[in-house]
């Protein structure tokens, strides 16, 4: 499996290379990243507002947070909060990465030290394309985050809040994921194939059609 660090992302025009074929269709999307953020934000406020809703009927609910609050305490587990982030959005793109062909070659980018993304300019499936978004954010967002809705409860407070809440950031890291299967799932045909030309998402028809 083809993986690259390819380290820090200064500019989108790093991700211009690869192929595009010419009778590739783009998919309708934002012309730049804070377009296509607010675009992303405002998409996924429904579901902000479900979680925590869920949050909160979670807390009224009742806790057995039990224990002196301890300042030291908190800062540890602040600490470790931050390195178990950055650790885990790199595992978001790599989940991403397993999802591509197996000899595709797969380069991880690092954009403003918060954040990373794969690169892979080769064709995928609609279905794949759609699987390989949303993988992450169930396995590192919504699988933990529905864990803590049901133990919530641990004795220790802070350790509990760190957990709900690095759950519900992971689901919030996925914002641009549900924004690029929103628009594959109704722009592009059934046996359509998508692919990645710099920060824009393409599709093509199956090459196999080609050949019949």
């Excluded at 309708?28 to 579901?47: S, W």
């Excluded at 996925?174 to 929103?182: P, S």
């Amino acid at each position: 499996m083809a993986i690259r660090f390819r380290g820090a992302l200064n500019d989108f025009s790093q991700l211009e290379y690869g192929y595009c074929p010419p009778e590739a269709v783009p998919i309708k999307e934002g012309d730049n990243l804070e377009n296509v953020i607010m675009q992303a934000l405002r998409q996924a406020l429904p579901l902000f507002i479900l979680t925590g809703a869920l949050a909160v009927v979670r807390l009224v609910k009742g806790l057995n947070w039990t224990g002196e609050f301890s300042f030291v305490y908190m800062l540890v587990v602040m600490l470790l909060w931050s390195v178990l982030y950055f650790a885990l959005i790199v595992l978001h793109e790599l989940i991403h990465a397993v999802f591509f062909p197996r000899r595709a070659t797969k380069d991880v980018w690092l954009y403003q030290l918060q954040a990373a993304m794969v690169y892979c300019n080769t064709p995928v499936t609609k279905r794949r394309f759609i699987v390989m978004s949303l993988t992450p954010a169930v396995l590192l967002g919504f699988i933990p985050y529905a864990a803590w809705l049901l133990w919530a409860n641990v004795p220790n407070a802070i350790l509990s809040i760190a957990w709900g809440s690095m759950a519900w950031s992971m689901i919030f890291g996925g914002i641009g994921d549900f924004y690029n299967v929103r628009n594959v799932w109704q722009q592009v045909p059934k046996d359509a194939y998508v692919f990645n030309y710099g920060i824009h998402t393409y599709w093509i028809e199956d090459p196999r059609k080609k050949k019949e």
